[in-house]
């Protein structure tokens, strides 16, 4: 079964709010997350990475904060803009193998 | 920055027919390449790990003889759907991770949406 989940399927926020979406993992091995952005139609697209030895990231007004004693990962996005609306997925690498596990997903609908 | 290609970007053929969906690095080799699906708003699948120069890994619950696989060079892996039925419409999408490690980031290709009438 997966074990990556995301809390909130859908996120609605409004233009220049801040937004925050997170995702749990229950396998303690896994050594690397990465949040990736897909819009309609599209194949996943790179957000930003981070890896268990790190609890915080960040990248252009996105930050990642992992949690390893809860398995808890966020993705936050600054001064969120209506091209944010997307779906979000968070992927875990476990043993250092490329293969990825993925999260369920979270849409995120951005109002003018 | 990397860059992976697929092609077709859509396809619909009738039922019974077969379709081969192609998936290339364009700037950087890759002798692992991933096939995943994805069903309207689920999460991506992974269905097999393409390795060049041996076969192909599938995942559990995942046809080997349905879902064919080919890593024909560093570049190119293709996805070749058999005897494609309605249950077969999907997103067809690859991946190829740049460099030798396995936690360098996987770029994914655009996808191919299949359908199947």
């Not at chain 1, 233009?15 to 819009?39: L, M, P, R, T, V």
């Not at chain 1, 043993?95 to 999260?103: D, E, K």
Request: hydrophobic content about 35%; some cysteine; proline content about 4%.
């Amino acid at each position: 079964g997966e074990s990556v989940g995301l809390h909130l399927p859908t996120l609605s926020v409004q233009e220049g709010d801040n937004s925050i979406i997170n995702c749990a993992y229950s396998n303690s091995a896994s050594d690397y997350f990465i949040w990736y952005k897909q819009e309609s139609g599209k194949g996943p697209q790179f957000i930003i990475d981070i890896r268990s030895n790190m609890d915080k990231r960040q990248g252009q007004r996105v930050t990642v904060l992992l949690n390893k004693t809860v398995k808890h990962l966020s993705l936050q996005i600054a001064a969120t803009q209506p091209g944010d609306s997307a779906v979000y997925f968070c992927a875990e690498n476990i043993g250092g193998y490329s293969t990825l596990t993925f999260g369920k997903g979270t849409m995120l609908l951005v109002s003018p | 920055g990397a860059v992976v290609s697929q092609h077709p970007s859509w396809v619909i053929c009738k039922s019974g027919t077969s379709v081969k969906i192609e998936c290339r690095s364009l700037d950087f080799q890759a002798t692992t390449m991933f096939w995943y699906r994805q069903f309207p708003k689920k999460s991506l699948m992974l269905m097999a790990t393409s390795n060049e120069g041996s076969k192909a890994t599938y995942e559990q619950g995942v046809e080997k003889d349905k879902f064919l696989i080919n890593h024909a060079s560093l570049t190119l892996s293709t996805l070749t759907v058999t005897s494609a039925h309605p249950e077969d419409s999907s997103f067809y999408i690859c991946s190829a991770p740049r460099g030798t490690s396995g936690t360098d980031t996987q770029y994914f290709g655009p996808g191919t949406r299949l359908t199947v009438l």
